[in-house]
């Protein structure tokens, strides 16, 4: 009975993420529409875009950049998305930096051969990765 109660109690808590889902089906579907959504995120590695704090990502159907804030065009650093190789998804590590968070996902990736690490929630992970592997060309 006890065990009863417990697990009645713990359906009701909220859990880490249930708003981002939400979120992120309405950031898909801008997305879809061609617009560009932004998200908390972060970008590490030795690259220009890179920051070794939280910020956010931004993007498009073709287009990924960083940026310090939500708002669109203040100090977004542009990823050249040509030069990018996806390696893989995964859970965050304990050796990943601090501006990864406890419960994001990481893609791996290669930028001419550097190490180059994307985080995110795993509500917002599936936007990135669909900008990392197919870029619908520009112009």
């Known amino acids: 009975m006890l065990l009863d109660i417990l697990l009645g ?15 992120a089906r309405k950031l898909t579907a ?5 617009q560009v959504v932004s998200f908390e995120g972060s970008a590490i590695g030795d690259r ?7 910020g956010f990502l931004s993007v498009s159907r073709s ?12 100090n977004r650093r542009p990823v050249p998305l040509v030069h990018l ?4 998804v995964r859970e965050r590590a304990k050796t990943d930096p601090a501006a ?12 001419r ?3 180059v690490l994307f985080a995110c929630s795993p509500a917002y992970m599936p936007l990135l990765t669909a ?3 197919e870029p619908v060309a520009t112009g």
Do not use: I
């Not at 801008?30 to 061609?34: Q, W």
């Not at 287009?63 to 203040?74: D, F, I, K, Q």
């Open 131 to 133: 900008t990392l592997r």
């Open 113 to 115: 051969g550097e190490p």
């Open 48 to 54: 220009p875009y890179c920051r070794p704090t939280l």
């Open 30 to 34: 801008a997305v879809e529409a061609g």
């Open 63 to 74: 287009t990924l950049a960083v940026a310090p804030t939500e708002e669109p065009g203040l």
């Open 9 to 23: 109690v713990l359906t009701l808590l909220p859990v880490p993420g249930g708003g981002e889902r939400r979120r």
């Open 85 to 88: 190789e996806l390696v893989r």
């Open 100 to 111: 990864v968070r406890r419960y994001w996902q990481v893609a791996e990736c290669r930028d």
